[in-house]
Structure formats: C-alpha cells, structure tokens
C-alpha cells in the first residue's frame, strides 16, 4: 500500500529557531497534503491543506507566517515551524491522498516537536 | 513497531441498521487506540480513544469500540446507523506516548435511506 514518511519523528529546538519537518508520498504522486497538530488529550487539529504548486489554505486561527507550508513537487509537503517557542511544542503529523477513484487518505507518522 | 489494518475499504449499511468497521492492530507494546472519522473537507474528529481500564469504550455519536486484546482488534460499531454517519472511518494506534501515531487506509461509510 501507499507510504507516507514524514522526518523526523522527534525534534528539539530552542526557542527562536524555525524546524522544517518534511512529508514524502513515497509511491505515489500526492497533488494534496494535509498537516494536522495534535496537543496532549486532544484531537488532531486540521492546519492546513497544502496543493502542489499553490498556496496553502490555512484553517481560521493558524498563523500563516508561523507555520510555513511549501509543496513545491507532488511527493514532498514540508512545514515549517518559524521562530519556534515553547508553546509550539506539539505532536505535527502530516497525511497525503491518493489520487484516483478511491482517493485514500495515508498518513505519516507524526513529529513531536519539543522548544525548550 | 505498530501498525494498523482495517478491513473494507467501503462499507454500506441501511439507515437504522448495525454499523461495524473492523480494526485490527499489531504492537509490541501495550497500545493506545483510537478512532476518528473525517466528515467531506472537514478535518479528523475524535470518536473514542482506548488507553487502560475498561475494554469497552464509549465515543461520540452513540459508537463504541471493545479492546480485544486475544484477537489483536478494535472494531467500531454503532446500533443504528443515522444518515449523518456517512463519513470516512480511521482507526490508529501509538505506542502509549501519544506520539508515533499509526493510522489504517481507512473505511468509507454510506448510508442508504
């Protein structure tokens, strides 16, 4: 079946750096990504949608300019979190759907990201 | 290492009638499981989680899920299904951490009047 790879699965930073965390369509071509957070307890919170070749759609509250979200072929999604501070520290995971009649949805496995 | 299987890409159920998506995982830990459903350009909800105690979970939406751990699963059902349950159906696992989440391809619900 279909793989997703995200990287890395575990991030540490201090605060004010940016960390990019990427997400592969390993065997096929993804024209659209997703990247969800997830903070402890909760569900996962839909971010963005990124499209190949465009801009992102953003979902109302999340800073654009915070989290910078690049699609720039049809494998690879990355997002970047700028200027990171400690509540920022959170569970990042990215999905891709599978062009076609069934159009599935994979999923990586996730980024904890930890700014201390 | 976790992984998830689900059976059934689709599945149809009359309105009214048992909702059951199956789940099977495997982990070489104790998991933490749990489904969401997407409804169409929504993103993923929560429906129930299992973590400890008791193997019969209750969610949103009158679904519930039992932990069979001899049977490596944890299928979703729902006595009767509403019109408003089509959606699709994930079911994941993690090591317990909550981070490494595992998700299966997903099971897409319709309901038929």
């Known amino acids: 079946g279909a793989v997703v790879s995200q990287h890395p699965s575990w991030v540490i930073c201090k605060s004010g750096t940016s960390v990019k965390i990427e997400c592969r369509s390993l065997?096929?071509?993804?024209?659209?990504m997703f990247w969800y957070r997830q903070f402890p307890k909760q569900s996962l919170m839909l971010m963005a949608t990124?499209?190949?070749?465009?801009?992102?759609?953003?979902e109302q509250g999340v800073e654009k300019d915070k989290f910078l979200i690049n699609h720039a072929s049809l494998t690879l999604s990355t997002l970047t979190v700028t200027s990171a501070h400690p509540e920022d520290s959170s569970f990042y995971i990215c999905?891709?759907?599978?062009?076609?009649?069934?159009?599935?949805?994979?999923f990586g496995s996730g980024t904890q990201l930890s700014v201390l | 290492a976790q992984s998830v299987t689900q059976l059934g890409s689709h599945v149809s159920v009359s309105e009214g009638a048992l909702v059951l998506l199956r789940c099977n995982y495997s982990?070489?830990?104790?998991?933490?499981l749990f489904w969401y459903v997407q409804y169409p350009n929504q993103g993923l909800q929560l429906l129930l989680k299992?973590?400890?105690?008791?193997?019969l979970v209750k969610g949103i939406n009158g679904f519930e899920a039992e932990f069979k751990k001899s049977e490596t699963s944890f299928h979703l059902t729902k006595p009767s299904a509403h019109m408003s349950d089509a959606a699709e159906y994930f079911c994941?696992?993690?090591?317990?951490?909550?981070?490494?989440?595992?998700f299966g391809t997903g099971t897409s619900l319709t309901v038929i009047p």
């Open positions: 999905s891709a759907r599978e062009p076609g009649a069934n159009e599935k949805l994979f």
């Open positions: 982990s070489s830990v104790p998991p933490y």
């Open positions: 299992y973590t400890t105690g008791a193997t």
């Open positions: 994941a696992v993690s090591a317990g951490n909550g981070n490494q989440f595992y």
């Open positions: 990124s499209n190949e070749g465009s801009k992102a759609t953003y």
């Open positions: 065997d096929f071509q993804a024209t659209t």
